[in-house]
């Protein structure tokens, strides 16, 4: 069973759920935009889009009726009525207050409700991946992983973080990559300190760390890996640095399995690094 169905089995008669969140449509449709709508009542699904995406949602989305938007909330307000809809269901958590208020007012007489069931719902079908989705999340994973390969032979004292930062993300996109999972990190030396740094200027030195955090984009679907090198040469306190976090990692990815708490996880992984005395 698809998700969209999944959805409407759950709804009754008199319900509705509206989805205008980015990462939710994605998930029913299959379509990624900027805008629209997904209305879902007990027998239909409908994908109210606008001009911009119409033609092309047409083609690829298959388990809604695609519907050409002009006035949204008119449109969804006519088909809750044809439906007998009542009342509509929407994604309480990532909903904006003004928002809420703004669904409220502009869909009256229907009653917009503020309970989270299909906001849960939601979240739960989303977080047990299907075969395709993790064959997507595979196939972002080795694009990640040619790109470390690639980069490595290319990181020198000639060249910066922003400059290769850029290099990975051109090679990233050239092996088919349909972006990136978000802006790369790229820091060396004293910036490697910074779990989120954002690359500069800076050019790389003999004896830096090079961090670099970096994920492809495969139809949606994300990979995100962490990856850190040294240049020239180490000293023995980055040794012992670099190998207390990676025996870390490796304590953690032992404790990982189906049914185990990612709190206790994250503590085997910390007290490592505490013990070591790098607390902080």
Do not use: W
């Not at 759950?10 to 998930?27: H, I, K, Q, T, W």
């Not at 994604?91 to 502009?106: I, M, N, W």
């Amino acid at each position: 069973m698809n998700s969209v169905n999944t959805i409407k089995n759950e709804l009754d008669r008199n319900s509705a759920l509206l989805v205008s969140g980015g990462p939710n449509r994605f998930y029913l449709t299959g379509f990624n935009s900027s805008a629209g709508y997904v209305l879902l009542t007990k027998n239909y699904a409908y994908f109210l889009i606008d001009f911009r995406y119409y033609e092309n949602a047409f083609k690829i989305v298959k388990d809604c009726k695609v519907i050409l938007s002009k006035n949204p909330f008119d449109e969804i307000k006519r088909l809750c009525e044809e439906n007998g809809v009542g009342n509509i269901y929407t994604e309480t958590e990532s909903l904006s207050l003004a928002d809420f208020k703004r669904f409220t007012a502009r869909l009256k007489p229907l009653t917009v409700s503020e309970s989270d069931s299909f906001d849960n719902l939601l979240k739960n079908m989303r977080a047990v991946k299907s075969e395709s989705e993790l064959e997507y999340i595979k196939q972002a994973q080795r694009l990640t992983d040619k790109t470390f390969s690639y980069i490595l032979s290319r990181i020198n004292t000639e060249r910066t973080e922003r400059e290769i930062m850029l290099d990975m993300e051109f090679y990233m996109r050239k092996l088919g990559s349909d972006g990136v999972s978000f802006d790369f990190i790229v820091v060396s030396g004293k910036n490697s300190s910074l779990p989120h740094g954002v690359p500069t200027d800076k050019r790389i030195e003999r004896g830096d760390f090079v961090t670099m955090d970096f994920g492809a984009v495969v139809n949606g679907y994300r990979s995100d890996m962490t990856r850190t090198v040294a240049v020239g040469y180490i000293i023995d306190e980055q040794r012992l640095v670099y190998n207390t976090v990676l025996n870390a990692k490796a304590a953690a990815v032992s404790a990982v399995k189906s049914g185990a708490v990612c709190s206790v996880i994250d503590k085997i992984a910390r007290d490592i690094i505490n013990n070591a005395g790098f607390e902080g």
